[in-house]
T-cell receptor
Framework: EDQVTQSPEALRLQEGESSSLNCSYT??????LFWYRQDPGKGPEFLFT???AGEEKEKERLKATLTKKESFLHITAPKPEDSATYLC????????????FGAGTQVVVTP | EAGVAQSPRYKIIEKRQSVAFWCNPI?????LYWYQQILGQGPKLLIQ????????DSQLPKDRFSAERLKGVDSTLKIQPAKLEDSAVYLC??????????FGPGTRLTVT
């Protein structure tokens, strides 16, 4: 069965304390891996799409990387406004557009 | 560019009642999705439309859920009758090319 697992479930960071979130997947025929950010009471906000192992993308303090089995979201020198739930999702080649989400990592950054 | 609009934002109903949610996607986006997000979980796809047609509704509980997309633009999702386990946030998303999906704010449904 296709699965997307995120770890840790929750992460508490001091402002400036860099860390990484993990998304591991056991699917066949991966088309793309997506990272979203979700704030309380809001819908997910698109961050990145990764298509092939070795690919990296950056946006401000966030950097996403992809291997054949997992993806990492690195948060460098986080600020309190980076507090959110970060969701990972995959799409498969035979079900293009159907996002399969993990449960998310809740990140809290304290001043 | 205006984002995905959804209404209502909140709804409280009793079990066995019916409810409907409305979604207006980003202009020009041919693909529209409805997701269900239960507290503490990631969103789960219920149905995907490409223009007027249904692409995937394999996870839609068809005995109680229905959805339509009028003229390839707005969409409604209906639940009839509602059960306690339908309490969740219902998210609508749209995309131009079926890769990057943009989500609306969601409708929080509470079934009592």
């Amino acid at each position: 069965e296709d699965q997307v697992t995120q770890s840790p479930e929750a992460l508490r960071l001091q402002e400036g304390e860099s860390s990484s979130l993990n998304c591991s997947y056991t699917v066949s025929g991966l088309r793309g891996l997506f990272w979203y950010r979700q704030d309380p009471g809001k819908g997910p906000e698109f961050l990145f799409t990764l298509y092939s192992a070795g690919e990296e993308k950056e946006k401000e303090r966030l950097k996403a990387t992809l291997t054949k089995k997992e993806s990492f979201l690195h948060i460098t020198a986080p600020k309190p406004e980076d507090s959110a739930t970060y969701l990972c999702a995959v799409t498969l080649g035979d079900s293009w557009g159907k996002l399969q989400f993990g449960a998310g990592t809740q990140v809290v950054v304290t001043p | 560019e205006a984002g995905v609009a959804q209404s209502p934002r909140y709804k409280i109903i009793e079990k066995r009642q019916s409810v409907a949610f409305w979604c207006n996607p980003i202009s020009g986006h041919a693909t529209l999705y409805w997701y269900q997000q239960i507290l503490g979980q990631g969103p789960k796809l219920l149905i995907q439309f490409q223009n007027n047609g249904v692409v995937d509704d394999s996870q839609l509980p068809k005995d109680r859920f229905s959805a339509e997309r009028l003229k390839g633009v707005d969409s409604t999702l209906k639940i009839q009758p509602a059960k306690l386990e339908d309490s969740a946030v219902y998210l609508c998303a749209s995309s131009r090319d079926r890769d990057e999906q943009y989500f609306g704010p969601g409708t929080r449904l509470t079934v009592t």
